[in-house]
């Protein structure tokens, strides 16, 4: 497909997701903006733009994911340097938003650091925001600006459905979960379970119940992220024990901390499919892990938003 872009149209990446960025600008037919990141001998960062962005429409591409804080400042620094180098609009495109698990007080005297990253965004001069998956839909909300939100259940879903699965159940892993479950269910004509569960503290999982019928099924598990794999891998492997014939997962967000690479190789589970949203090592890329490319989604929404055309057909 060809794209429609003016002269203004400029596209820059930092260090979180090169060869996504680099996907994207393929697409486009673009060149990557020129752009530098350094480090002074104290580990301040440094970012100097190698080129004019003087009334350009900017879209520049930054996951939050770990180092999370390191990749936070060099995108607020970019906009700061775009800004002041005169940028007409700043579009941030941030495939995976970081510190999105912290949206709410859930305990006395707790910071709500998803609305204080969307002030900086805000502060630093970004005009709109393009996602994917928030893990709490009203992190939308928390910002003054545009934000379009897009999600990978239509992804996952055509993936699993060219495997050609035959008997297959979506399993929720927690209650929060079901109504992406749904989506997914409807767009594969399978029914859904869930997984009843309790969360003493974070990264801590006891297993409850399964509510639903997955004997003699193939179970697809989906979430938004996996972290430490604890949930995934508990239920996975409790699926089994109450009759499922195989289970597969998938999340757009593959943040995989911790444990949770050895957890899923020893685990129930027969395939993790996941989206690039985060860049994963070489070391991360085991076997049972599927990676299956956003950029064909994030270049069309750039197209629309580019365009000036409704960007609400990707929502559904």
């Known amino acids: 497909m060809a794209y429609q872009l003016n002269d203004r149209f400029k596209m820059f990446t930092l260090n979180s997701n090169p060869n996504l960025a680099a996907e994207m600008a393929q697409l486009l037919g673009c060149e990557l903006g020129k752009s530098s990141v350094t480090r002074f001998s104290d580990g301040e960062i440094q970012i100097n733009i190698e080129e004019s ?3 350009s429409e900017v879209y520049l ?3 939050t994911s770990q180092p999370g804080n390191e ?12 800004k002041r180098a005169s940028a007409k609009t700043i579009n941030v495109v941030i495939p995976y938003y970081g510190y999105a ?3 709410r007080k859930a305990r006395s005297r707790e910071p709500i650091t998803a609305k204080l990253f969307a002030n900086l965004l ?6 709109r925001v393009l996602t994917m998956d928030l893990h709490a839909p009203q992190i939308q909300g928390f910002f003054d600006i ?6 990978g259940v239509p992804i996952l879903s055509e993936y699993f459905e060219n495997k050609g699965l035959e008997d297959i159940v979506v399993v929720a892993p927690d209650n929060g979960g079901v109504v992406k479950a749904r989506k997914m269910a409807s767009r594969l004509n399978a029914p859904i379970a869930f997984v009843d569960k309790r969360r003493p503290m974070p990264n801590v999982v006891e297993l409850m119940n399964i509510v639903g019928n997955i004997e003699g099924k193939n ?8 972290d430490t794999a604890g949930t995934i891998t508990l239920a996975a492997n ?9 289970v597969y997962a998938c999340c757009t967000h593959p943040v995989l901390s911790g444990p949770a690479i050895s957890r899923i190789e020893n685990s129930s589970i027969t395939e993790l499919v996941v989206t690039n949203t985060i860049e994963l090592p070489e070391e991360k890329m085991i076997n049972k892990i599927t990676s299956i490319s956003i950029a064909p989604l994030l270049v069309d929404a750039i197209d629309r938003i580019h365009n000036e055309k409704a960007v609400s057909p990707l929502f559904e």
């Not at 805000?122 to 005009?127: I, Q, V, Y």
């Open 61 to 63: 591409v930054q996951s």
């Open 53 to 55: 962005v003087r009334g």
């Open 71 to 82: 990749y936070i400042m060099e995108l607020l620094i970019m906009i700061d340097a775009l």
């Open 122 to 127: 805000e502060t630093a001069g970004a005009n």
């Open 101 to 103: 698990r912290q949206d």
């Open 238 to 246: 409790a699926l089994i024990e109450k009759g499922a014939k195989a």
């Open 219 to 226: 179970a697809i598990i989906i979430d938004d992220l996996i």
């Open 146 to 151: 545009p934000v379009d939100q897009l999600i």
